[in-house]
Antibody, heavy 116, light 110 residues
């Protein structure tokens, strides 16, 4: 079964850091581009970051550029999102998503809350 | 404010046909494929349509997509109660170098 399982979310203070992980299974991880997409409480979907299958191409939304870093570990079939200098507006459910012919497989999401 | 514009709400009765519009620009819908996602309450989004009109396996043919110029639409025929969900359009944006989403349309089955 194709599956993406996120972890690492939690409650942090403004300015702190958090690292999200996503474990992929059921497919050849190295063959797919991957994304992070987030959804603030009661709001719509917002794309956060993209990494190509080879890891050579990376993009970020302007709202997180310079603060977030996407990476992947092929040996562990895992995707990561290092989030630094977190702000209240980063509060959201973060989804790990497989990217081919659309965002075709989504994880269940992990919740990040930034609050003092 | 989303770059892709969708109506915030839509509704229909069981068996009806409903369409949801999505308006963009030359840097997104006008030059790239459109996807549609369905998000049932309390769940992760699900890919409904890709490449403007293609359906992933398992998606009923009641769902169809189309695109013309800088606009796209999702049509749902034979509306069912389980179709009640939020629907999002999305397209790659060449200016932003990333995918962008519409604000979402909440579909109510009356």
């Amino acid at each position: 079964e194709v599956q993406l399982v996120e972890s690492g979310g939690g409650l942090v203070l403004p300015g702190e850091s958090l690292r999200l992980s996503c474990a992929a299974s059921g497919f050849t991880f190295s063959s797919y581009s991957m994304d992070w997409v987030r959804q603030a409480p009661g709001k719509g979907l917002e794309w956060v970051s993209y990494i190509s299958s080879s890891g050579s191409t990376i993009y970020y939304a302007d709202s997180v550029k310079g603060r977030f870093t996407i990476s992947r570990d092929y040996a562990k079939s895992s995707l990561f999102l290092q989030m630094n200098s977190l702000r209240a507006e980063d509060t959201a459910v973060y989804y790990c998503v497989r990217d081919r012919n659309g965002l075709d497989v989504w994880g269940q999401g992990t919740t990040v809350t930034v609050s003092s | 404010q989303s770059v892709l514009t969708q109506p915030p709400s839509a509704s229909g009765t069981p068996g009806q046909r409903v369409t949801i519009s999505c308006s963009g620009s030359s840097s997104n819908i006008g030059s790239n494929y459109v996807c549609w996602y369905q998000q049932l309450p309390g769940t992760a989004p699900k890919l409904l349509i890709y490449s403007n009109y293609q359906r992933p396996s398992g998606v009923p043919d009641r769902f169809s997509g189309s695109k013309s110029g800088t606009s796209a639409s999702l049509a749902i025929s034979g509306l069912r109660s389980e179709d009640e969900a939020d629907y999002y359009c999305a397209a790659w944006d060449d200016s932003l170098s990333g995918p962008i989403f519409g604000g979402g349309t909440k579909l109510t089955v009356l």
